[in-house]
């Protein structure tokens, strides 16, 4: 049976336990899923460990803002910036085990920047030349799922086999606020909470859903919804890296240990556009963004780094580098990429050939050797033609 | 051999192909102690466990989207939607997941559900649960489409679909579940007579006429070629089987020797399966046909409450008026512009 918990951080303020002054506040339940980055377990390198997370959420910010540029340029169609969920999604995917099964929507390319996806496969289908990008078995990440929501369903039947397999695996899904408002979303957890299913489901409440604030999803807090469903839920500062971290880690326990599903809303925001083919500016406040630069997470955690003496000038050097290298890495590997076969728009329709696409396809290739080759080249290899 | 009704048939079908492949899971609502409103999943929990025979809650969108994980995860759900009029909330995961997962993703994964779903009319029930939806889903890239029509066929196309690795939505004519028919239970994923899930099977071979039907009405138009005869008409009838694909090799092999094609639909007429057969025929033998194709299909309305159903769905004399238009004999429209 579900015991699920109402714990704080359901109204009020979120779980917080570094301030954006980068104060780390220590707290009762989460501090023993962050003993290693407290420094309190031998053998680990607490430094290295709090810089890799560090220098991820740096790389990241900066694969961003490539991404938005490499749109502007005209190299890529559309760009979803995730600038501001830095903490959300690399404190989350820090937390992650490699055996452990991503279902992401669109959003989460830091995710998948820090998962170890190539990067070619991080533009691939905003350049429009695939579907998607990683191979979903080779990264343990399903491909970006663009209709909202949809992907939660997925986890929770990923999780339900690995149930009925009898393994220890775990299942980890992102969605957004405006997702909370899908059939399918309430339909992964009805489920989720049937079949105690190891499903961890991760919302990030980025407070905006293209033009619509969250308020029109929720009258009240998101987190506070799961309960109902029988599954536990907490609510924690999206912007303070070492909350997601831990609580992703308390929750991916909970589904290794047969106690079925966990709930996590991330309260962060939304710092740039829906995507690039958005303009904030015609539906929220300039002054809303100036108040969430306050909370900014890299900056939040920088701070903290450097009160235990961890960052200096030297670590925020070298991310800055290895950011710019990324991006130099990434924009080439962009701008060099390319073009699919016209001919290939045929292929993996179906897992074997099938006459009537094959038909198709056929008569498409001698329509295009018709047009490369001339007017009637196409003609004597045309069966209608001959008629 | 041996007799077994309809649903016998599909039942015998899905218990071997849980039988040949351990991750062969049912989901669907009601399939589990009941057996399905229908009974086709009757004993196979009991035999199988509640985790390969799992009761779903009631949300049709809920059961294909976690069918969709199952099937990343390794396994081969075979889902019971309960009426062809409740499979609309699954709509989207359908024709936006199921349908292209495969093509997302380069064909990295593989999607070998079969979406089965008792379809027609003919049962006298009330709204939503006569519905003919094949159209919509043979409009989607990335499925494939079968429609069944007797009990041998409901025991190797079962196999044949469950053993596919494309999604198949699998309709049964639920009018035709208690018929009663011989089944080989010797052939599985080959077939009857080594016919695979994508081949049309002639019934009644002819020279005069092309009828091509399929799920209930395959039966229908084979009582039709046989009253046909005793007219002097030689009607070829056709039973489809795979929706989609279409098996054009045998359709265009049969309109070249008759010259005249009649289809056959209890779905409605705009933009059905008739409209694209007569479409595709006409332009593969233009120069073989002796007459424009003829459709015999339900209207364009909202399928009928049960007291007008009879009157909606093709029967086997609407058929044969159908052949006598093909023909260019006296029929219900003879006079009329369109019958001339």
Redesign the interface.
């Known amino acids: 049976m579900s015991t699920y918990q109402m714990t704080a951080g359901h109204g009020g303020s979120p779980i917080q336990l570094l301030s954006p002054d980068g104060v780390r506040h220590p707290h009762e339940r989460y501090d023993r899923f962050l003993a290693d980055v407290d420094g309190n377990v031998e053998g680990v390198d607490r430094a290295a460990l709090l810089v890799s997370i560090y220098e991820d959420m740096v790389v990241a910010r900066r694969v961003d803002a490539e991404g938005t540029a490499l749109q502007r340029q005209g190299q890529l169609g559309l760009w979803p910036p995730f600038v501001g969920q830095e903490a959300a999604q690399i404190g989350s995917a820090h937390a992650i085990g490699a055996d452990d099964?991503i279902?992401p929507s669109y959003r989460e390319i830091g995710v998948a920047y820090a998962r170890g996806a190539e990067l070619p496969d991080l533009v691939r289908q905003w350049r429009g030349n695939?579907?998607?990008g990683w191979?979903?078995?080779v990264m343990n990440m399903?491909?970006s799922q663009v209709?909202i929501g949809?992907q939660?369903?997925?986890?929770?039947?990923?999780?339900?086999?690995?149930l009925?397999?009898g393994a220890e695996t775990a299942v980890v899904t992102y969605f957004g606020d405006g997702a909370t408002s899908q059939?399918?979303v309430n339909?992964?957890m009805?489920?989720a909470a049937?079949f105690q299913a190891p499903v961890v489901f991760f919302c990030q409440n980025n407070q905006w859903a293209i033009s619509e604030p969250v308020g029109i999803q929720a009258h009240v807090p998101i987190a506070r919804r799961a309960p109902g469903f029988g599954i536990s839920s907490v609510r924690i500062d999206g912007n303070d890296v070492l909350a997601c971290l831990a609580a992703t880690r308390e929750a991916l326990e909970r589904a290794r240990s047969g106690n079925g599903p966990s709930f996590i809303e991330a309260v962060t925001y939304r710092m740039g556009p829906h995507t690039t083919a958005d303009d904030p500016t015609r539906y929220r406040d300039a002054n809303e963004l100036e108040d969430w630069k306050e909370k900014d997470p890299i900056a939040r955690f920088e701070a903290y780094l450097a009160s235990i003496g961890v960052v200096d000038d030297a670590v925020r050097a070298r991310a800055a580098e290895k950011a710019d290298a990324v991006a130099a890495a990434l924009r080439e590997a962009t701008i060099h990429m390319p073009d699919p076969e016209p001919e290939s728009l045929f292929?993996?329709?179906?897992?074997?050939p099938?006459?009537?696409?094959e038909r198709q396809r056929d008569h498409f290739a001698r329509y295009r050797h018709g047009i490369e080759g001339g007017l009637g080249a196409g003609a004597e290899t045309t069966a209608e033609g001959g008629? | 051999m041996s007799e077994m009704t309809f649903a016998k048939a599909l039942n015998a079908g899905l218990r071997k192909s849980m039988e040949r492949d351990s991750k062969v899971?049912l989901m669907g609502e009601d399939i589990g102690k009941l057996g399905g409103v229908f009974r086709i999943t009757d004993g196979l929990q009991k035999d199988f466990g509640a985790?390969r025979v799992i009761d779903?809650?009631l949300?049709e969108?809920?059961i294909?989207?976690?069918?969709?994980?199952?099937?990343?995860?390794?396994?081969r759900p075979v889902i019971e939607i309960q009426f062809d009029g409740f499979v609309y909330?699954a709509f989207?995961?359908i024709v936006?997941?199921v349908a292209?997962?495969?093509?997302?993703?380069?064909?990295?994964?593989?999607v070998p559900l079969t979406i089965r779903i008792p379809f027609g009319g003919g049962i006298g029930s009330p709204e939503h649960h006569s519905e003919s939806p094949e159209a919509y889903f043979v409009h989607t890239?990335?499925l494939?489409v079968v429609a069944v029509s007797n009990p041998q066929d409901a025991y190797s196309m079962i196999q044949q679909a469950i053993a596919?690795?494309?999604p198949v939505v699998f309709f049964e004519p639920k009018r035709r579940y208690h018929d009663k028919g011989e089944v080989d239970e010797t052939a599985g994923l080959e077939g009857p007579g080594g016919l695979d899930l994508?081949a049309a099977r002639v019934l009644t071979e002819g020279t005069d006429v092309t009828l091509v039907g399929y799920g209930p009405l395959a039966k229908t138009c084979a009582d039709a070629a046989t009253a046909a005869s005793d007219e002097g008409i030689s009607v070829e009838a056709i039973d489809l089987r795979s929706l989609s694909?279409?098996d054009?090799?045998t359709l265009e092999a049969s309109v070249r020797k008759t010259g005249r094609l009649v289809i056959a639909h209890e779905a409605s007429q705009t933009a059905g399966l008739g409209a694209e057969i007569a479409a595709s025929i006409t332009e593969r033998c233009f120069?073989f046909l002796e007459h424009a194709p003829v459709r015999v299909t339900g209207f364009d309305v909202p399928y009928p409450h049960s007291k007008l159903e009879f009157f909606h769905l093709p029967d086997l004399d609407r058929i044969l008026d159908g052949v006598d238009r093909a023909m260019g004999r006296p029929n219900s429209l003879s006079g009329t512009e369109e019958g001339e």
Do not use: N, W
Request: aromatic letters at 14%; one cysteine or more.
């Open positions: 099964f279902f695939a579907h998607s191979d979903p078995f399903a491909p209709v949809a939660t369903l997925h986890a929770v039947g990923y999780a339900m086999g690995v009925f397999d059939g399918d339909e992964s009805v489920f049937s292929e993996h329709v179906y897992a074997g099938q006459p009537v696409l008629r | 899971v985790h779903t809650p949300a969108s809920g294909m989207g976690t069918a969709i994980g199952m099937a990343y995860r390794g396994y909330p989207d995961q936006s997941q292209k997962l495969h093509f997302r993703s380069l064909g990295r994964i593989k890239a990335g494939r596919c690795d494309d994508g694909p279409i054009y090799a120069y």
